[in-house]
């Protein structure tokens, strides 16, 4: 019988080279991530995959899964531990090999297999590792999955069973590439800046950009597990920053830049204005549903308000709803209402049909930010920024605060202000116009100013974000008024990045 996983070893000692590492709070609400080594060890990865394997019977999914890994010195061992859990569990296993997230999700269509394990830790720091999940194509695995997972992991209760079986799929990214760019060349001429932060998605961004008619400028897209200038993080403002001096030096129409596993996107326009995710999605939306009216829109809580009041979105009779920040949440989300695309703040869009599986894809995110300009000649970037309404919002923001205490504390600052709204009291200054609570809270007053505070899903930290149509200051003073709740919990410490 495969022993029963730790929550704690020694690295370097008998007991850690023969018993597997698991700590539990790696299982996310959507995926798991681990720093290797530390929380979790190879055998601990194959328990993972006898858990998963496991799992998926348990569903009654056809026992038959894809698998790929990011760049990242030590994914492809993670992911072949991943894959010796699988098979243990009668699971035949499709390997494409070194490919960003979305190459995986695409495979599950173009292989006609049900099921996707992507090793990958996304934008998070080296040391870190972890898998995204689905059983469900075009969906990821969400809270109820993965506390399923969980159990069965750490409870060591796997159904193994004959009949695993592996193969590799070779050149899967050519045809990847191949089905993204089965579309129209681009009629204007854009120079496009493609940021890849030495990420996965160094190896491909250029190809997929070129393919459609773009003139690209390569930047930091050797491939490099070290990422020796900054984490590719669409949400980092030092990769923001290279983006803006790279398009002001080139006199490029945008940027572009992808996070590590590819599955996200960052914009930087060509006056070098880094202009956040959601407003690009109100900018997409506008473009979207001038096509489609009355379309659907599903955005993240932690999105700019601009959903709502934008006066061409209303014109064309879309409809949006704020639901619960996190990949998995959105892709359901999407899926269930039927909308044509989903946005989040952090740079995961999701794309229905015509324009896409479902699924989040930078890479088809990309395109459509080309097409938009495309479809608008005589506009650039930076005047299809400047003709949203004007808002002045944060970046996300995230005090540390660990693991165990994170949902805790989140769920005090909810009746927090449920109590303050109860009991008609004012918060930075004036009543509270409207709470949101799907996700944390977003706090709203009555100029439409507001604060989010929520728990990361993938980190030990919370998050922030701040946003105000009025001015600057009213921003500031949202801020200000979120952190001095914040402050009263000393479990609650430093920022990562602050307005």
Known sequence: MFPIPKSVLTPNTYAYESSPLVKPTGFREYDARWLLEKE??????QALGMGLGTLIKEMGVKP???????????????KMALVSGLMAAG??????GLCITPMAYFAQFDLDVPCVAMVTASHNDNGWTGVKMGANRPLTFGPQ???RLKEIVLGSKFNLGSGGSYVFVENFPDRYIADVNNRPKIKRKLKVVAACGNGTAGAFAPRVLEAIGCEVVPLDCELDHTFPRYNPNTEDMKMLHAMRDAVLVNNADVALGFDGDGDRCGVVDNEGEEIFADKVGVMLARDMSSLHKNATFVVDVKSTGLFLTDPVLKANGVKVDYWKTGHSYIKRRVNELGAVAGFEKSGHFFFNKPFGRGYDDGMIFALAVCDMLDRNPEKSMADLRKALPKTWGSPTMAPHCADEKKYGIVDSVVKHFEGMQKNGMRFCGQPIRDLVTVNGVRVTVEDGTWGLVRASSNKP???????????????????KSIDSVLKTYPDVGEYNQTI
Do not use: Q, W
């Not at 979790?40 to 990865?45: E, R």
């Not at 699971?91 to 494409?96: A, R, S």
């Not at 919370?462 to 949202?478: C, F, K, T």
């Open 40 to 45: 979790i060890n190879l055998m601990g990865i």
């Open 64 to 78: 038959e899964i894809v698998t790929g890994h990011d760049f990242r010195s030590y994914s492809a061992s993670v």
């Open 91 to 96: 699971c035949k296993v499709h390997d494409i």
């Open 145 to 147: 999955e993965m506390t």
């Open 461 to 479: 930290e919370l998050v922030v974000v701040v946003e105000s149509p009025v001015s600057e200051a009213r921003m500031r003073e949202m801020f």
